[in-house]
């Protein structure tokens, strides 16, 4: 009676520690099937022409002889729109990461970090349909004409609203893992305390802040909701920031729902890019905090 | 946020006070034009609020709260009046958000439980690198993947085979090819998996080591050990993750947008089509008029509160966390 409940006890115990095993298969699968399925489907789809032609009209293969096509104009827009997001939020986002880090310890700060927090946790669909409701203020109020509503502006302001408060939340996180000792051996040598944050603090984390606001802008790569809200989807080039500007995902979402064949397969082409860039910058972020991690001496505090 | 970091314990001492003179400028303009980018950020949450809040009055004036329960949204058509509720959206959004929360926070706290109990040293920190490779995964690559993967599966095979075993129930009557709310919820299931078993594994790591010696000296097994002592110790942790993965199922777009059918009612069963707040501001946003764009605005006005009202939550429980002498990962 006895020893049959203590081998009940173990199997139990046994059996939960296999089912642990399969809820990280679980999670595994999909994952796997999503590379799997982007790499079979998207590599059909990128060629030279894939980079450099613009993107192809609906077309029905059985009635009508169709066009490849290419996503250039998607690929350009996503690159003009993460430029400017990037310009803006990287700086800005880095030097409140900075004060954040620097200034923790007095209660306002730290409620503000409190609200940083908070903002990375904002739908960023709820970021698209700010940015619209907000440009469309300023033109009724007169500031801009209404073309800059939906505009590769608009579509770049959502991106940078977005990457704010990563930026300077991982910033923050870098800064705050540098040992103290380093800037108090700074100002032990009486070099002024903005000094020693830029010479010391901001260069002993660099590798770790410059590798979070790769992570951002990896981020904003793949967000769909806010530019889908503030932007006209064209299928040319952009011409200027307050016209009709194409993305990358976007195109994966129009192309990928609307069920045309020659569409379909740039969407799976398209996702193979992004993904093969988050995965790739994922990748090195792991090995750039390893090696912030050993130089810093952080081994333990991560 | 709560304990200061290290720097600060260190350095704490004010710009001015180390220096009287002239000196103090450069620390002060420092400290002022730092100190004003963090403000922008904290000042652009604040216009965010604002705006929204602003621009949901003409829908608010018209409608009132009953908005939030209203079953009928009526787009200007030329011969009805408009009519604006929220009610099949919300209704959505709590059971998708649910369904995610059903599925993903037991595996996420397997996933979990085994990274920090049971895996070998050598492969804890790969494995759980690779888990959190599913955060890094775009929405709409979720969506298309669901569209062509997911979505055949679940209509081939896995509702009809619930609707088989369970169609006599009110939940799994009828069914729509794969486009509907289980589907969705699934694919959140997914989604959330990254943030709340990253968070709950922190929770377990935080656990003293005493804890589960405590428990195996008086005989429990492995798996008593971490049920009575790690989860039980653990647990304020692990609400707090549940909370932030419930925040981010509500706000996720384009994966729902993209699998839950999109349909503008409210069904019992969880094999129909559906729309949550955010997959039917996504595509309806751009043809909306006036007085419709105002009624999307203030559903987006609830979304907001929703992601502040759980982020608050999680954050002051992982506070309670680190004032009791714990570590919670943030």
């Known amino acids: 009676m006895k020893f049959d409940r203590a081998t009940r006890r173990r199997w139990k115990s046994h059996l939960m520690a296999f089912l642990c095993l399969g809820c990280v298969a679980i999670a595994l699968y999909p994952l796997a099937s999503i590379l799997y399925t982007s790499v079979v489907r998207g590599a059909q789809a990128i060629n030279a022409d894939f980079f450099t032609q613009n993107l192809p009209p609906p077309c029905n293969p059985s009635v009508e002889s169709c066009v490849t096509g290419g996503i250039w104009p998607a690929l350009q827009g996503s690159l003009i729109m993460l430029g400017i997001a990037a310009a803006f939020a990287i700086p800005v986002g880095m030097m409140a990461g900075v004060f954040l880090s620097q200034y923790g310890h007095l209660k306002t700060v730290q409620s503000m970090r409190f609200f940083v927090d908070v903002m990375t946790g904002i739908p960023s669909i709820v970021v698209g349909i700010f940015v619209y409701a907000l440009f469309l203020d300023l033109a009724q109020a007169g500031v801009f004409n209404t073309s800059w509503v939906l505009s590769a502006l608009a579509g770049s302001t959502a991106l940078a609203i977005v990457m704010l408060p990563i930026v300077a939340r991982t910033t923050d996180e870098s800064l705050r893992l540098v040992p103290p000792t380093l800037a108090e051996a700074g100002l032990a040598?009486?070099?002024?305390?903005?000094?020693?944050?830029?010479?010391?603090?901001?260069?002993?984390?660099?590798?770790?802040?410059?590798?979070?606001?790769?992570?951002?802008?990896?981020?904003?790569?793949?967000?769909?909701?806010?530019?889908?809200?503030?932007?006209?989807?064209t299928t040319f080039p952009a011409q200027n920031l307050n016209g009709p500007i194409a993305s990358l995902p976007v195109l994966i979402f129009q192309f990928g729902t609307g069920g045309f064949p020659n569409q379909v397969s740039l969407a799976w082409g398209a996702t193979l890019?992004?993904?093969?860039?988050?995965?790739?910058?994922?990748?090195v972020a792991r090995v750039a905090a390893g090696v912030v991690g050993s130089r810093a001496g952080l081994g333990g505090g991560g | 946020m709560e304990s200061p970091g290290p720097i600060a314990q260190g350095t704490a001492a004010p710009a001015p006070q180390r220096d009287a003179s002239g000196r103090a400028l450069g620390d002060n303009l420092f400290l002022g034009i730092t100190g004003a980018t963090a403000a922008f950020i904290n000042l652009t949450l604040l216009l965010i609020i604002v705006i929204l809040a602003d621009d949901s009055l003409p829908t608010l004036r018209v409608f009132g709260l009953p908005f939030l329960w209203g079953t009928s949204w009526v787009p200007p058509n030329g011969i009805t009046p408009q009519l604006y509720g929220a009610l099949p959206f919300i209704y959505g959004t709590l059971v998708t958000s649910a369904l995610a929360l059903l599925i993903g926070v037991p595996i996420s706290i397997g996933i979990a439980i085994f990274l920090v109990e049971l895996s070998p040293g050598w492969l804890r920190e790969p494995l759980g690198f690779v888990v959190e490779l599913l955060a890094a995964v775009p929405s709409v690559v979720y969506g298309l993947w669901g569209i062509f993967v997911l979505v055949p599966f679940m209509g081939s095979t896995v509702d009809p085979a619930l609707g088989s075993a369970l169609g006599w129930t009110p939940l799994f009557s009828g069914s729509s090819q794969g486009y509907n709310m289980l589907t969705a919820g699934v694919i959140l299931a997914i989604m959330i998996i990254p943030t709340v078993s990253s968070i709950t594994?922190?929770?377990?790591?935080?656990?003293?080591?005493?804890?589960?010696?405590?428990?195996?000296?008086?005989?429990?097994?492995?798996?008593?050990?971490?049920?009575?002592?790690?989860?039980?110790?653990?647990?304020?942790?692990?609400?707090?993750?549940?909370?932030?993965?419930?925040?981010?199922?509500?706000?996720?777009?384009?994966?729902?947008?993209?699998?839950?059918?999109?349909?503008n009612f409210i069904h019992t069963s969880l094999l129909s089509s559906a729309q949550s707040i955010a997959s039917f501001i996504a595509n309806n946003f751009a043809e909306a008029g006036y007085l419709e764009r105002s009624a999307l605005l203030e559903l987006g006005l609830v979304l907001l509160g929703i992601s502040i009202l759980t982020n608050v939550v999680a954050r002051v429980l992982f506070r309670s966390l680190t004032g009791a002498g714990e570590e919670a990962g943030s």
């Open chain 2, 201 to 263: 594994r922190d929770a377990l790591k935080s656990v003293p080591q005493s804890q589960r010696e405590a428990a195996l000296s008086l005989g429990a097994t492995n798996w008593e050990a971490t049920r009575v002592s790690v989860l039980t110790y653990a647990r304020t942790g692990i609400f707090g993750a549940i909370i932030l993965g419930l925040g981010r199922a509500t706000g996720e777009t384009m994966a729902v947008t993209m699998t839950i059918g999109n349909g």
């Open chain 1, 273 to 283: 890019l992004i993904v093969g860039i988050m995965l790739l910058i994922s990748i």
């Open chain 1, 189 to 233: 040598l009486g070099i002024r305390r903005w000094r020693v944050t830029l010479s010391v603090v901001l260069s002993t984390g660099r590798t770790a802040v410059i590798t979070g606001a790769l992570l951002a802008t990896a981020r904003a790569l793949g967000e769909t909701a806010p530019i889908l809200l503030t932007t006209h989807f």
